[in-house]
């Protein structure tokens, strides 16, 4: 079993839906939670970043977490064909911050 | 914003080659950067933590012998592929953070550099 697991995708939404992107994870030690956006053949772009559990917003995107579940989501509202990419989940340990575990990625792709 | 750059972006080698991989963080000081490798539609796979000064640690399954880091100013790590084979061929980034700052927000990625072995 993979630490992190992420449904690959692809998926496919038209523009102005709602997506919900999630990931299961087996490591109860994971404290730091992000999700990162990757265009093709390009480095990761953190677009939101979670200390344990709970929710946060950041216009059109919320993360959400939920420790008791080692479930955590990534919506995001008014899904625009700019949107259309990789994103991928990501997890580390509090001591071990800067080493990250990143689930499978999904990709994603709004149609306009 | 804090920048990581790398060097090059693409590169095609000769089987049985040596290939080096520059990974430069531009306005702060890193002391750990990290080196991750990921396969066409699949994810990042950490490979090796880098550490200034000192050796770095491998992950379980990387050939230390065969990814060779080398960490030797506070803004500069190095991988080099030695004896290059096709199925090294693979998307290569880095990360790193401000010493003293390794955690989710303050990790920055590189543009990656995607190796092909000929």
């Known amino acids: 079993q993979k630490e992190v697991e992420q449904d690959p995708g692809p998926l496919s939404v038209p523009e102005g839906a709602i997506v919900s992107l999630n990931c299961t994870y087996s490591n109860s030690a994971f404290q730091y939670f992000m999700w990162y956006r990757q265009y093709s053949r390009k480095g990761p772009e953190l677009l939101m970043y979670?200390?344990?559990?709970g929710n946060k917003e950041d216009g059109r995107f919320t993360a959400q977490v939920d420790k008791s579940s080692k479930y955590i989501s990534l919506f995001i509202r008014d899904s625009q064909p700019s949107d259309s990419a990789t994103y991928l989940c990501a997890m580390s340990v509090g001591n071990q911050g800067g080493k990250l575990i990143f689930g499978q990625g999904t990709e994603l792709s709004v149609k306009p | 914003g804090a920048v990581v750059s790398q060097h090059p972006s693409r590169v095609i080698c000769k089987s049985g080659t040596s290939v080096k991989i520059e990974c430069r963080s531009l306005d702060f000081q890193a002391t750990t950067m990290f080196w991750y490798r990921q396969f066409p539609k699949q994810s990042l796979m950490l490979m090796a933590t880098s550490n200034e000064g000192s050796k770095a640690t491998y992950e379980q399954g990387v050939e230390k012998d065969k990814f060779l880091i080398n960490h030797a100013s506070l803004t500069l790590s190095t991988l080099t592929v030695t004896s290059a084979h096709p199925e090294d061929s693979s998307f290569y980034i880095c990360?790193?953070?401000?010493?003293?700052?390794?955690?989710?927000?303050?990790?920055?990625f590189g543009e990656g550099s995607w190796l092909t072995v000929v």
């Open positions: 990360s790193a953070s401000p010493a003293g700052k390794t955690i989710g927000n303050t990790i920055y």
């Open positions: 979670t200390y344990s559990s």
